[in-house]
T-cell receptor
Framework: GAGVSQSPSNKVTEKGKDVELRCDPI?????LYWYRQSLGQGLEFLIY????????KSGLPSDRFSAERTGGSVSTLTIQRTQQEDSAVYLC???????????FGDGTRLSIL | GQSLEQPSEVTAVEGAIVQINCTYQ??????LSWYQQHDGGAPTFLSY????GLEETGRFSSFLSRSDSYGYLLLQELQMKDSASYFC?????????????FGTGTLLAVQP
């Protein structure tokens, strides 16, 4: 596609459930990033992929969070046993290997009840 | 660690010029970027300073001074559609990562 695509756009789930968020990057972009943005806050880095490898996972807040990328393209961010503090907008971005600029998707707004 | 500070809110009138500052504390970085985010939307790339000095892109200009640990985004001929949040960001040295560290963000309100 022309831009970064994320799905679903909105997700409401109960505390304790698992959720999967999907990101489809710009075709040809080897680098993919996940960020999190809480209401009225800045963007917080979660994880970075180069190809299918994740050389930087330093932003994942706990072991309930994991991500994978397959075929050098689509990525899935999984949150297990969701907690209310996980409520946020999860943004995916992609870039060429040089890392600049990063192109963002519209995000998934996650609400934990 | 790395931190970037911005004013939380700025208000200006249509047609005016506004400057959004970004001061940072970081051990080193490749360059300073600026992103715009309309309410509920995706952040979009505006400008990048790899070197000290001024970069101009249409109505937007960005400036970096590494010696002063300071940068700014200058918006000229403000339009109502410029009302948005603006974030500075750096890509730091160290490790095999291209991650961006974002500033606290500035909400710009353009008034008629």
């Amino acid at each position: 596609g022309a831009g970064v695509s994320q799905s679903p756009s909105n997700k409401v789930t109960e505390k304790g459930k698992d959720v999967e968020l999907r990101c489809d990057p710009i075709s040809g972009h080897t680098a993919l990033y996940w960020y999190r943005q809480s209401l009225g806050q800045g963007l917080e880095f979660l994880i970075y992929f180069q190809g299918n490898s994740a050389p930087d996972k330093s932003g994942l807040p706990s072991d309930r969070f994991s991500a994978e990328r397959t075929g050098g393209s689509v990525s899935t961010l999984t949150i297990q046993r969701t907690q209310q503090e996980d409520s946020a907008v999860y943004l995916c971005a992609s870039s060429s290997s040089g890392g600049q600029p990063q192109h963002f998707g519209d995000g998934t707004r996650l609400s934990i009840l | 660690g790395q931190s970037l500070e911005q004013p939380s809110e700025v208000t200006a009138v249509e047609g005016a010029i506004v400057q959004i500052n970004c001061t940072y504390q970081t051990s080193g970085f490749y360059g300073l970027s600026w992103y715009q985010q309309h309410d509920g939307g995706a952040p979009t790339f505006l400008s990048y300073n790899a070197l000290d000095g001024l970069e101009e892109t249409g109505r937007f200009s960005s400036f970096l001074s590494r010696s002063d640990s300071y940068g700014y985004l200058l918006l000229q001929e403000l339009q109502m559609k410029d009302s948005a949040s603006y974030f500075c960001a750096v890509r730091g040295y160290g490790g095999a990562t291209n991650k961006l560290i974002f500033g606290t963000g500035t909400l710009l309100a353009v008034q008629p």
